[in-house]
C-alpha cells in the first residue's frame, strides 16, 4: 500500500479555473461559431519586452560556450540581480532592504507555497476574502487548515471579510493569528490599501507578535500616490513582514518564471522549543536543500528589466494594460453594473446585478456574450455575487467585451 498525505483526500476536487476551463470547453463544443473572448484567467497577452529578448538572447549565447556557461548558481540568486533588486525597488525608495535579504525565484507562487516549510505545524492562520486560492490550498496540504466546513471555509483559518459594506477594507482579525497573508493590489478585488490603512496591519503585528505574509505580485500597476509599493514603506514592517514579488505581471515573464522574497534579517521567530531563529537563515536553509536556484537566463532577463530601456518598456506595457481597465471600469459601469479595483490593479471586481450568484452571472455572460470572466465565489465565500474582470487583452478585444456586454444585457437595473 502506497500511504499517502492524507491532506489531500481533503483538498476541493475541482480547481477554479479547471472548472471555469470544463463550462468555456462545453460551451465552445455546443457552439462552435462563437467568438469567445476570455477576461477570466489573469495571464498577461503582451509578448516580452524588446530589452528582455535582447538579455535573454545574450544570456542564451552565453550558455552555448565554455568560457561563459553557467551551470547550478547561488541558491539565493545571482548577486547581480539582488543588487539591482536592492537598489532600484527599495533604496531609491528610502526603503533599507540589502541585496543579503533577496531570495530570487522561478515566481511567487512557488514561494507563496513553499513559505510554509518554515511555520510551526499548529502556525494559526488569517486571510482576506475573497482570496488567492493558493495561501489556502498550501496550508491545507500541510495540515493547518482544519476541517473543511460547508460553507467551503476550513475551521481552522480566520476569513476577514472584504467586501461593499467594509468598501474592500479588512478589519483586524478577532483572535491574533501566527500568520496573516495579505495582498495588495488585491487579487481578486482589484483594491488596494493606502499608507494608513497598511500601517494598521504592521501594528497588530508587532502588538499580538504575528507574522505578515505580503503578496505583491501586483505592485507595478499601483498609479496612486498613497498606495505603498512595498510593506517595508511602513515603520516597523521589517520585523514582522515577508514580501514576495513578482516579474509575472510586471513584465509578462508569466511564461520566462522569475520572481524574488524579502525576508529581512531583523525578523526573527521563535520555536516550540524556545529556540529564536532569523527566518532569513531558516528560509535560506530551507531554500538550499529543496532548490537550485532559478535559471540564469531568466535572472539575465529580469536584470534587463532595471535599464531605463527596460524600465521604459514595462512601464508602458503597465500602462496598455491599465488602460484596458479604464475602458471595462467605464464600460460596465456606463451598462449599469457596480465595479471596484481596475485603478490600482489589472483587475476590476464587479457586483452581480440583484440576486444573481457568481456562477450564473458568469454563464449568462458566457451564454449570451461569449464573454468568460472568473466567478467571485471561487475565490471564498466573500466573493459570492462578485466576477473578476481582468485587463489582460488585446485593446481590440478589450473594446468588443465591453461593447457587447452593452449590447447583449441592455443597461441592467
Ligand atoms: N500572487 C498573486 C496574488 C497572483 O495573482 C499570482 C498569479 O496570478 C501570483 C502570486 C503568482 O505569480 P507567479 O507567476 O510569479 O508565480
Redesign the pocket.
Known amino acids: 500500500m502506497i500511504l499517502i498525505n492524507q491532506n489531500f483526500t481533503k483538498m476541493p476536487k475541482s480547481y477554479l479555473f479547471t472548472e471555469v476551463g470544463h463550462r468555456v470547453s462545453d460551451f465552445k463544443r455546443a457552439h462552435p461559431e462563437a467568438d469567445v473572448i476570455s477576461l477570466g484567467i ?1 495571464d498577461v497577452t503582451l509578448p516580452l519586452s524588446p530589452a528582455v529578448v535582447e538579455a535573454m538572447k545574450k544570456a542564451v549565447d552565453e550558455m552555448s560556450i565554455p568560457e561563459t556557461f553557467h551551470g547550478y548558481g547561488p541558491e539565493q540568486g545571482y548577486p547581480f540581480l539582488r543588487e539591482k533588486i536592492a537598489r532600484f525597488d527599495y533604496n531609491d525608495r528610502g526603503i533599507n532592504i540589502s541585496a543579503n535579504e533577496i531570495f530570487i525565484s ?5 514561494d ?1 507555497g513553499n513559505i510554509v516549510d518554515i511555520l510551526d505545524s499548529q502556525a494559526t492562520i488569517a486571510v482576506t476574502d475573497p482570496v ?1 486560492p ?1 495561501y489556502i490550498d498550501t496550508n491545507v496540504m500541510a495540515g493547518r487548515a482544519g476541517k473543511p466546513l460547508a460553507d467551503g471555509r476550513w475551521s481552522n483559518i480566520e476569513y476577514i471579510p472584504c467586501c461593499i459594506e467594509n468598501n474592500f477594507i479588512p478589519k483586524l482579525p478577532t483572535k491574533a493569528p501566527s500568520v496573516i497573508y495579505l ?1 495588495y493590489p488585491n ?1 481578486p478585488t482589484g483594491t488596494s490599501l493606502t499608507h494608513s490603512q497598511l500601517s494598521k496591519w504592521v501594528e497588530y503585528a508587532h502588538r499580538n507578535n504575528c507574522l505578515i505574509l505580503f ?1 505583491a ?2 505592485e507595478s500597476y499601483i498609479q496612486r500616490n498613497n498606495v505603498p509599493h512595498s510593506i517595508y514603506e511602513i515603520s516597523g514592517a521589517r520585523e514582522v513582514a515577508i514580501e ?1 514579488r ?4 510586471t513584465a509578462g ?2 511564461g520566462v ?1 522569475c ?1 524574488y522574497t524579502v525576508v529581512p534579517s531583523s525578523l526573527k521567530g521563535t520555536a516550540s522549543d524556545g529556540t529564536t531563529m532569523q527566518l532569513r537563515d531558516i528560509w535560506l536553509r530551507r531554500q538550499c536543500t529543496k532548490f537550485n536556484g532559478a535559471s540564469y537566463i531568466a535572472q539575465r532577463a529580469a536584470e534587463a528589466l532595471y535599464t531605463t530601456q527596460g524600465q521604459q518598456q514595462t512601464a508602458a506595457q503597465v500602462a496598455y494594460y491599465m488602460e484596458n481597465a479604464s475602458i471595462i471600469l467605464e464600460g460596465l459601469t456606463h451598462s449599469g453594473l457596480t465595479c471596484y479595483g481596475g485603478i490600482d490593479s489589472p483587475y476590476i471586481w464587479v457586483k452581480t446585478p440583484a440576486t444573481t450568484s457568481s456562477w450564473n452571472f458568469f454563464d449568462i455572460l458566457l451564454e449570451k456574450c461569449h464573454i468568460v470572466c472568473t466567478p467571485g465565489a471561487g475565490f471564498g465565500p466573500a466573493g459570492e455575487g462578485y466576477v473578476r474582470v481582468t485587463a489582460f487583452n488585446s485593446r481590440q478585444n478589450t473594446i468588443r467585451a465591453v461593447n457587447r456586454i452593452a449590447d447583449k444585457l441592455g443597461h441592467i437595473e
Open positions: 489573469g522561478d515566481g511567487a507562487k512557488s507563496i488567492y493558493v495582498c487579487n503578496d505580485a501586483y514576495f513578482s516579474y509575472s505581471k515573464f508569466t518564471r520572481g
